[in-house]
């Protein structure tokens, strides 16, 4: 091997391994912002339980409670529709990774679907009027199927993991054969 290719196939090493660090940067500042995007949403969806009426934020989940409607309520619904949109539209600008979106959207099935926000969003909707894709959205998570089980999206999830582990490949049987001489049972 001659200085010249040497230094040829350094350069070409370099240039690749130089690609693969920005990829390697890009992918991490990615997952950085991200997690700062996660962070900030939890810090709304913080603030509004803080400033929501307990006993109704509460009873939202029970369908046989009666919530009594009040200024306060509406109030508090309006404010967590206005984060569901924030996050909803950082979705549609791909700003938000799949899992992070998955995982809002959890949320967004469990809470949209409740008697509370169901009678809430007919008077709030208009509100949205501007936002069209909004409103097929939160509309599709109150009359679909997921209103009959809050947790089908979690559910849909976990059956994609355990269905990809299942078909995971098995170890090839050249390498069981070689055990066969062995003390160790199999």
Known sequence: MTLESFIRYGSLWTLILGVLS???AVRN???QVNAQIFFEIAGRYHEILRSFPVREWISR???KDEV???PELTSGVLRYLAIVHFAF???ELRYLSKDLWKLLQAEHYRTL???LFVHEWNTLRVEFTFFPTFLAYVDSIQRGPARLNPDMAILRGIAAIGAWRSFRRKPSTA???SSVGSDFPR
Do not use: E, I, K, Q
Request: aromatic content about 10%.
């Open 22 to 24: 920005l990829a390697f």
């Open 29 to 31: 500042y990615r997952r």
């Open 61 to 63: 989940l029970n369908p």
């Open 68 to 70: 009594s409607m009040s």
């Open 89 to 91: 539209v950082l979705h």
């Open 113 to 115: 679907a409740t008697p």
């Open 175 to 177: 390498h069981r054969d």
